[in-house]
């Protein structure tokens, strides 16, 4: 007989620039329930983002709670095992995710079983059957086809997320010391195959796909199959995917992903500065940047770019020159985070080995808090550099300039309507972010405190 499950992906504690843009949930716990249900399981798919509210008693009183943690969600996955197990004493409690991939015996204190790992070959005999050990080992997924399609119908307030969701690869065949991706998922560049996309497009009902993968471009031969395909079988839509700087490299290819309707590419640009970027293990220069910037610009494509602060190579000024530099190449939308050492990376086991975390609080993990003592600046001071950065980027006047470049653009193009939409969707996005900002300010204002008040010089003997 089949039980009833639920998968929670936890909410995560703050908000970025660009959540107005919708909540997307994360493609594991989506797998996850179209394994389950393949095998008989009732299953629900939780994002408390989407839902808008706690898990409570009707979503946790169930068979089986499975708990997918990023590292700023794990605190509270952490209480919703605690409450999983105190409404069903006899229930099963898994934990899986990220964070408790690389911490287990942390994630192990709160629940039956912790999976670590890609967890589709392993979970429905753990949830059949069980296990003598508290700590799973998943298995990579070597042929992605293999998996069932995941299902938006099992996520609930699904029709909410903005854009389809899709993900096409796991693996990264980089190694930035900054990122997890590549100790969760293996340097193995795994795909679906063409045919299995294609089929996964032609059931999707948004107007709008998002490309959940890494690196959407990281075998540039099997993203130009995948385009060709996409304009064969006539699929008209438009996406957006994350990728790097080295998809300029092909100009050719650009042009097709801009015929097949990639209207945006969000791209880990990091830093304005070589030095930093060699220090990540990048392998990417500012000038590939420029580069990459203009050839997407030139064939209509919005960029995203992802920035980095408070990396030990940072100089006095390093966030006013990122914005200068976002705004003389006028870089659609941007993201500035602060570094963070999150468990799995090795900047993490540096930072652990030179004492120099500042806490353990995992919600405050989520590259928008100060949670290490930084080289050239206290923490504090990286801190306001990062909403300074924000707070200037999304001003009134840059909107208002993306709305006369919208206006310039028309005129210059006679109407065409791709420079027109894409001039007003930076202007609007900007107005929204400041409101995010003003939020995230209201809402951070203690740990900002607390920040400015241990200084530089007692930071690593204080806890928050």
């Not at 699904?158 to 899709?166: H, K, M, N």
Request: charged share 25%; hydrophobic share 40%; aromatic share 8%.
């Amino acid at each position: 007989m089949g039980k009833q499950i639920v998968i929670i992906e936890p909410a995560s504690a703050t908000g970025h620039v660009f959540s107005g843009q919708g909540t997307y949930p994360l493609m594991g716990p989506l797998y996850l329930g179209a394994v389950l249900r393949r095998t008989g399981h009732a299953v629900r798919v939780v994002n408390e983002n989407l839902l808008g509210r706690p898990v409570g008693l009707t979503e946790l009183d169930v068979d089986v709670a499975c708990i997918s943690a990023l590292t700023p969600t794990a605190d509270r996955a952490y209480e919703i095992a605690r409450e999983h197990k105190a409404i069903r004493p006899g229930g099963l409690t898994l934990l899986g995710g990220v964070h408790p991939s690389f911490l287990p015996d942390e994630a192990a204190r709160f629940a039956d079983h912790v999976v670590v790992g890609e967890g589709e070959e392993v979970i429905a005999d753990l949830v059949a059957h069980g296990a003598s050990e508290k700590v799973v080992t998943g298995r990579r997924v070597k042929d992605l086809d293999s998996l069932p399609r995941p299902d938006l119908g099992m996520l609930v307030g699904g029709e909410r997320v903005p854009r389809a969701p899709l993900m096409t690869s796991r693996g990264c065949p980089y190694q930035c010391n900054f990122c997890s991706v590549t100790e969760m998922f293996g340097h193995a560049f795994r795909t679906h195959s063409v045919e299995r996309v294609i089929e996964e497009l032609r059931r999707v009902r948004h107007d709008h796909v998002f490309f959940y993968d890494d690196n959407f471009v990281a075998s540039p031969t099997r993203t130009r199959k995948l385009l060709e395909a996409m304009l064969s079988a006539g699929i008209r839509r438009n996406w957006t995917a994350q990728a790097r700087v080295d998809v300029a490299r092909d100009p050719d290819l650009v042009a097709l992903m801009a015929r097949a309707g990639c209207t945006r590419l969000y791209i880990g640009l990091e830093s304005v500065d070589d030095a930093a970027l060699r220090a990540m293990n990048k392998r990417q220069s500012v000038a590939d940047i420029v580069h990459a910037v203009e050839t997407l610009h030139r064939f209509g494509i919005a960029v995203h770019g992802m920035f980095i602060l408070g990396t030990d190579e940072d100089r006095p000024g390093q966030a006013e020159a990122t914005v200068r530099f976002c705004r003389r190449h006028r870089i659609d939308s941007v993201q500035f985070m602060i570094l963070t050492p999150f468990p799995g990376t090795p900047l993490f086991d540096r930072m652990v080995a030179d004492g120099r975390l500042l806490h353990r609080r995992w919600s405050y993990y989520d590259a928008m808090h100060a949670v290490f003592r930084p080289a050239t600046a206290s923490a504090g001071e990286v801190q306001a550099q990062m909403v300074r950065a924000f707070e200037d980027f999304y001003s009134l006047s840059g909107a208002l300039n993306d709305g006369l470049n919208a206006m310039v653009e028309w005129v210059q193009s006679l109407g065409a309507r791709r420079g027109r939409v894409l001039g007003l969707v930076n202007g609007l996005t900007k107005i929204g972010a400041r409101r995010v900002i003003r939020r995230w300010l209201a809402a951070n204002q203690e740990y900002l405190r607390w920040l400015a008040a241990i200084g530089q010089s007692d930071a690593s003997n204080t806890t928050a």
